[in-house]
């Protein structure tokens, strides 16, 4: 009975030690006896090399003009001129819109009768004081030449003439640069007030796009870089080229960037747009995306050596969308799985597919 024991302990031991000793796959790279003895799988493979890498840094924006302006009404009237309308080009001081004027008229002929009635009242009152004013010094008689020309009214009248020039002036609207009207809200025959906004006018083919940059990515961004901006219709592709980078990062973490658009016919300002900026790099070894797979949450790469698959722990940089930097695990000439590798198991026998 005692032999008995002894023997039952003795393969529990051994069985406990053989479990514990047992690898587990997702603790790292793992040969197992049905891997070695399975039928090879095909696979596909990329030879690692130094290559330029194109780093992207992508996001979205707002297409803007260089120069935009809200036209607003500085005087009451009614239109009796609009040239007026959507889309339509409009030269640098051109006139775009006038008001009635009459009412200004008749008051600019009445200021000029005052002014004129006041210059003969003011001569006659300086021909008096001519006399007494001989020896004295020239403050002195400037002093009297106001007090003459003030009591004569002669000051207001010409002060008032000034005003209403003023205001026959705003009666004509004209464009405040070349460009494209934009948001017209009057027409012929409408009566507004002061402050009304009569257009929007901007800069048609000269464009640029506001966008957001991450401030991890800020420090691969620099004036001049090339760029693409691409509506969101996805109609076209647009060059473009960061004109401008704020030093200053949003409580969100972004910092704003103007990318401007080469050639901009077929944008509109307010078109939502993402941009792409290419940031050339320095050779550095790459590979395709699909060569990477994740176990326990690390990037792990397969590479094919005398017939079977061997597992890679690497350190990854950046991505571009299709290829990977690799800092750390590979090198140059290594010749990585990138089919078929999803359930591949350290040292499982592979057949590389010839192309």
């Given at each position: 009975?005692?032999?008995?024991s ?20 997702e603790?790292?790279p ?8 399975s ?25 803007k003009?260089?120069?935009?302006q ?12 609009c040239?007026?309308r ?9 006139t775009?819109?006038?008001l ?9 002929d ?12 003011y ?13 004295k ?9 106001r ?6 009214g ?18 004509i609207?004209k ?16 009566y ?44 076209s ?14 409580e ?10 080469l ?61 990977f ?5 590979l090198?140059?000439?290594d010749?990585?799985?990138i ?8 040292g ?8």
């Amino acid at each position: 009975m005692k032999k008995i024991s002894l023997v039952y302990v003795l393969a529990t031991i051994l069985l406990f030690s053989c479990r514990q000793s047992a690898p587990l796959a997702e603790d790292g790279p793992v040969k197992s006896a049905a891997a070695t003895e399975s039928e090879p799988n095909t696979v596909q493979t990329y030879t690692t090399k130094l290559l330029t890498f194109d780093y992207l840094v992508q996001s979205t924006g707002k297409v803007k003009a260089i120069s935009e302006q809200k036209v607003l009404a500085e005087n009451n009237g009614l239109i009796t001129f609009c040239n007026l309308r959507n889309n339509k080009q409009a030269g640098n001081g051109s006139t775009v819109l006038t008001l009635d004027t009459k009412a200004t008229l008749l008051k600019i002929d009445k200021a000029n009768e005052r002014i004129y009635n006041s210059r003969l009242n003011y001569q006659s009152d300086l021909l008096s004081q001519e006399s007494l004013l001989k020896n004295k010094s020239k403050g002195i008689r400037d002093s009297v030449y106001r007090k003459l020309k003030a009591n004569s009214g002669l000051s207001d009248a010409e002060s008032e003439l000034k005003d209403l020039n003023y205001e026959l002036s705003k009666a004509i609207v004209k464009a405040p640069f070349t460009g494209t009207l934009a948001g017209v809200k009057v027409q012929n025959g409408q009566y507004i007030r002061a402050g009304d906004e009569l257009f929007t006018i901007y800069t048609g083919n000269d464009l640029y796009l506001e966008t957001k940059i991450l401030e991890t990515d800020i420090g691969s961004i620099k004036i001049g870089q090339s760029a693409n901006v691409i509506p969101v219709s996805g109609a076209s592709s647009y060059k473009a080229v960061v004109e401008e980078i704020n030093p200053m990062v949003d409580e969100n973490g972004l910092v704003s960037v103007k990318l401007k658009i080469l050639q901009a016919g077929g944008l509109l300002p307010g078109m939502n747009a993402t941009a792409t900026i290419m940031e050339p790099e320095q050779k550095c070894l790459i590979i395709p995306k699909q060569a990477v797979v994740m176990r326990s949450g690390k990037p792990v790469v397969f590479t094919l050596e005398e017939g079977v698959a061997k597992w890679n722990y690497v350190i990854l940089g950046r991505d571009n969308g299709k290829v990977f930097e690799v800092k750390e695990g590979l090198k140059e000439g290594d010749k990585v799985i990138i089919s078929n590798n999803l359930q591949l198991a350290h040292g499982a026998p592979v057949r590389e597919e010839k192309r």
